[in-house]
């Protein structure tokens, strides 16, 4: 194989379209375009397109650190792991890797056998679902949702549920300040409120379509989603005012509704046993577990 170095920078919009040819068949919210964007900043994202395949390196001190998986449509993934061996050969990193698909694993075992060192984060793990059943909540599994969605609508008789646009796009950053204000004030808060308005201005650009539900007229939640190929969307955000905090079920299933999909992403809980229990009440038909990976080149 060619010796090459692999040539990393932080991404830019300018990389959308490159990036989404490389994805064939992905489910994860990480491989999101608007997630290696408007993440780049919390986890030091880096990427590099070499050979119609997506590289990507995380410099950060969060729970991101080292090499993605590589992404690609070609099938010659050997070549691929061994630029990416390269790279951190010549710039002395740890020949480390993170958010590591169950079958991307394999292949790493299966080439670098008792040289590799697997762990496990639950926190990481997306939940997908059938935007079907996220859209009509069907059958027993769903009753409790459907009631608290009656009860909603007994409570507030005035709502209603409108697309993300050029007009309307400021009240979903108000209901993400507002949102914001009830949280600790953590640092993290912060960043996300960042990330929401960024995505909120170059929602274009980024390919990010969105909803806004309304209570008496006044902004009341929103959601923002991207479509990770056409068959999958990922929904990036998705926060209510205080004041209607019981609006969560019914955004989740306008938004549900709304998208043309065939599953639904609603990302990872990051170990938040509140975050996890709402996320395993929706049913999940899949949770995709993401692992690291230690590889001893000693």
Known sequence: MSNITLTFSAPTLKDYTAIRETLFHVEQSDLAFPNIFLLQRKYGTQIALHENYLYRYFTGNGR?????????KNVDVERALFHVEQHAKAHQNPLHFCLLAEENARTLKDIYGNKITFSDDPGDADYLYRRSDLAELPGTAYHKKRNHIAKFCKKFSHWHFEEINDKNAA?????????????????????????IKNALKYRHQLGIVGGLLYVENAPAAMSLASYITPSVADIHYEKCTPEYRESYPIINREMATMLHCDIINREEDLN?????????????GKILHKLKARIDLC
């Open 64 to 72: 991101l650190q080292g090499y993605a998986f590589p992404v690609g």
């Open 171 to 195: 009240d979903a950053y108000l209901i993400a300040q507002s949102w914001v204000k009830g949280q600790d004030g953590s640092e993290a808060h912060f960043h996300e409120l960042q990330a």
């Open 272 to 284: 938040i046993p509140g975050l996890r229990q709402a996320k395993l009440s929706y049913k999940p």
